[in-house]
T-cell receptor
């Protein structure tokens, strides 16, 4: 009965590769988010989608492209991975754009 | 723009002792305030939240927090800490367009027996 799930949990890859992280929520929420937690544990929002429409794009390089095929899913595709992309990426969801956010377990991305 | 300050990077308390983690925010109107906890290698779990109403809010695991508008603070408290409370605690403020959460830098809690 996982509420917000992410796959994979760990991702190790080489510089220059393209990778995707998937997020699914079974809470019936209509807003989903991606956050990045850097090596200093600082959390910062990257994107927010409401009803499959992008509403926040927080000055993230365009190598990062979120895709929301439906309200329950928000995937993150990253092109041409760089060392600085190494981080933990968290997906979250909320009932609407003013409600409490519930977070997934995170995906630890390591770029070598 | 919103901002959150957690002045204490690390705090160590003895098991059974009381705990207070500090959080100060900057926001023009009444904010939405949250405390999340992150155990090592885990995701973020919501402890409690404040949207409006009673300024003393109760959360899970025996935590509470008090919103003080005059001090722009939302400090987290627990009367008696358990070893399992050792984790990193994040204060966050919301309510901007799109429900963007702005997080503090976190406070690492260590519990000594």
């Amino acid at each position: 009965d996982t509420a917000v799930s992410q796959t994979p949990k760990y991702l190790v890859t080489q510089m220059g590769n393209d990778k995707s992280i998937k997020c699914e929520q079974n809470l019936g929420h209509d807003t989903m988010y991606w956050y990045k937690q850097d090596s200093k544990k600082f959390l910062k929002i990257m994107f927010s989608y409401n009803n499959k429409e992008l509403i926040i794009n927080e000055t993230v390089p365009n190598r990062f492209s979120p895709k929301s095929p439906d309200k329950a899913h928000l995937n993150l595709h990253i092109n041409s991975l760089e060392l600085g992309d190494s981080a933990v990426y968290f997906c979250a969801s909320s009932q609407d754009t003013v409600d409490t956010q519930y977070f997934g377990p995170g995906t630890r991305l390591t770029v070598l | 723009a919103q901002s959150v300050t957690q002045p204490d990077i690390h705090i160590t308390v003895s098991e059974g002792a009381s705990l207070e983690l500090r959080c100060n925010y900057s926001y023009g109107a009444t904010p939405y305030l949250f405390w999340y906890v992150q155990s090592p290698g885990q995701g973020l779990q919501l402890l409690l939240k404040y949207f409006s109403g009673d300024t003393l809010v109760q959360g899970i695991k025996g935590f509470e927090a008090e919103f003080k508008r005059s001090q722009s603070s939302f400090n987290l408290r627990k009367p008696s800490v358990h070893w399992s409370d050792a984790a990193e605690y994040f204060c966050a403020v919301g309510r901007e367009y799109g429900n963007k959460l702005v997080f503090g830098a976190g406070t690492i809690l260590r519990v000594k027996s």
